[in-house]
């Protein structure tokens, strides 16, 4: 058993320095907490005015003041921070998300489905589908628009994830209606930071929220306020893949038969 938190709030659109110092104030009282999931593009900010914008802000993670920070704060609290960045690898943008230990930089998501506006600034992400193991937990990354496409979601929970992260920047309840069954279907806890606020047109919806592997809602913030969730999760729940005493969920699948000449 462990303490998960997700922080909501509302990134500044291109303040990096302001974001460092909301998130930093906020991690302040995460500290009981093992496991910290932050939104999609934190440090950042989401709605970019143009593909100039979004490149001036992007960083590569290793010469970044924002991860510098994570983690010094991972490293003295003894815990696992989860972020959206704006991340630069090369020539190419990425919308990525960071596992960031005590130890530093774990691990790396890029987002494979992109939404809108974000196909003119990111490449979308491929052959990420990995499995982090931190020792109180396995856990996997999706972000945001990923909760529409059950694939990677499945591969990751075939792949041992107790838990899969999904920092985002929500604009309808479409991901709130989604979800419950993906946990439900891969029996995985999901653990989804969302942010609030409006950039531009684009209006932010909250409600950040954790699910538990039988598709149930362990705790949900609000819409439209700062809120810091936590929840005790208990991983070895989601080694229990059976939904009834002969039904399981992975070993009851027949993907012969999931073929274009059988649908």
Request: glycine share 8%.
């Amino acid at each position: 058993m462990f303490k998960a938190a997700i922080i909501q709030f509302e990134p500044a659109l291109g303040d990096v320095d302001k974001n460092i110092r909301i998130i930093s104030q906020k991690l302040t009282e995460t500290k009981d907490s093992k496991l910290v999931v932050l939104p999609e593009l934190a440090s950042t900010g989401y709605d970019f005015t143009d593909s100039e914008m979004a490149g001036s802000l992007a960083e590569v993670p290793a010469e970044s003041a924002y991860v510098k920070m994570l983690h010094d704060v991972a490293f003295e609290n003894d815990q696992y921070i989860i972020s959206g960045f704006n991340e630069q690898c090369g020539e190419d943008l990425y919308n990525s998300s960071l596992l960031i230990g005590p130890e530093g930089l774990m691990g790396t998501y890029r987002k494979m489905h992109l939404f809108m506006n974000e196909k003119k600034y990111f490449k979308p992400g491929e052959g990420g589908l990995n499995v982090y193991d931190i020792g109180f937990c396995k856990l996997g990354m999706q972000i945001c628009f990923d909760y529409l496409f059950p694939e990677p979601w499945r591969i990751l929970a075939q792949k041992g994830a107790d838990l899969i992260i999904h920092p985002s920047n929500l604009l309808t309840q479409n991901a709130m209606k989604a979800l419950p069954g993906i946990a439900l279907m891969n029996k995985v806890y999901i653990v989804t930071a969302n942010r609030i606020g409006t950039e531009g047109e684009l209006a932010f919806n909250g409600n950040s929220m954790i699910l538990s592997p039988s598709g149930d809602i362990l705790t949900k913030a609000s819409s439209d306020s700062i809120e810091i969730l936590k929840q005790d999760i208990d991983p070895t729940l989601a080694h229990d893949k059976m939904i009834t005493s002969m039904n399981h969920v992975f070993d009851d699948r027949r993907p012969e038969q999931y073929t274009g000449d059988n649908c």
